[in-house]
């Protein structure tokens, strides 16, 4: 009797399952239709007008537009050289941080870059981006910073964050119809800190600690660009910036280069793939900050355009 009831109760059961399986289905299917006829329709209203904006101009807005937005996010690869000279006592050793591939960097980075032809060769063109970066690691050795000693063997948390500005004045060269090559200057307006945190030892009292050194530098540079028209809704487009020299406080090379490409959807509004590379290796010579920082951005940036 008891296998009886067992067997019609697991009986039920399957068939509950069946049932809840078939609903299911039912559901995928129902709004499987609803988004196919959302897409037709979308594809149905938008087409004509995709057509109207990719005829209505023989360019990409890149080269026929006078301004240009793209904000997106960028996914880098970062590594990272960082050396800070002590002033403990008047006696400057060299601390070495080589954290590259140990960097704890957030998944993306927002980013921004604007154009604007504000005469027929003329042009000015913005960038920005912000990233905020820390890892931790054992000393091997005791380092100074500042006015306190961190001793050999402990945990300690070392990060920097890094903003950058970028400005640039540049002159259209004329080469054809489809082509845009330009070159100019401009400044890269960086701002950088550093920190260390950790334990230190008072008279024998370990005491947590905290030290951070920042800068802000304007290095000038020059650089050039080329925007090629593929066809009115396709662009590609590249860019180098650079910068080695003695300026002020400062030593050193700085490279900023993209190459990408990027398609119009619609009459004001792309979309683009680029992949950014930003390297800095620059000698530091601060009242707050003697010594040298080595760091690399390079990676995909994906954004969206407003042309107008």
Known sequence: MQMIQQFQAEKRSMMIKLQQERFAIENLKSMACRTATVVVCVLCFTGPQLTVA???????????????????????????????????????????????????????IFAAELSWRFRRRWSIVGQFFNSADSTRAFLEKDIEWGNVVFGAGSNVAVGTNFTLTR??????????????????????WLDMGAFIEGEILINGTPIAARRSV????????????????????????????LFSANVGDFDGLLVNAALGVNFRVFEHVGFGLNYNYFKLDVGINKS???????????????????YY
């Open 54 to 108: 990719a005829e209505s101009e023989d360019l990409h807005p890149y080269l026929q537009r006078g301004f240009s937005l793209d904000v997106g996010v960028f996914y880098p690869d970062r590594e990272l050289d960082l050396r800070v000279n002590g002033s403990l006592a008047g006696v400057n050793d060299e601390i070495d941080f080589d954290a590259r591939g140990q960097i704890k960097t957030a998944d993306v």
């Open 288 to 306: 707050n900050w003697r010594g040298d920082i080595e760091t690399i951005y390079d990676g995909v940036y994906m954004y969206a355009s407003f």
């Open 214 to 241: 920042g800068v802000e530098a304007p290095l000038p540079n020059i650089g050039a660009w080329y925007k090629y028209s593929i066809s009115p809704r396709w662009a590609l487009r590249a860019r180098l910036d």
């Open 167 to 188: 400005i640039f004045f540049g002159r259209q060269l004329d080469i054809s119809k489809s082509h845009g090559v330009g070159i100019g200057g401009g400044i890269h």
